[in-house]
């Protein structure tokens, strides 16, 4: 039975750049997981709001 995990993450402007780079070296430690599918990364435009 496949499962989905959603978690939000709140980063600072300034941390951008470092948290993207622990983000790829966490999904490439996840991609050799047995049964693991895949992982999705999305950010929150702020359009109207910019947070959860």
């Known amino acids: 039975m496949p499962v989905t995990l ?3 993450f709140t980063v600072p402007p300034d941390k951008e750049e470092e948290f993207l780079e622990v983000w790829r070296g966490t999904i ?3 991609t050799t997981a047995p049964g693991f599918i895949h992982a999705r990364l999305h950010r929150n435009t ?3 709001d910019t947070t959860f």
Do not use: A, Q, V
């Open 6 to 8: 959603i978690n939000s």
């Open 28 to 30: 490439d430690h996840f």
């Open 46 to 48: 702020g359009l109207t």
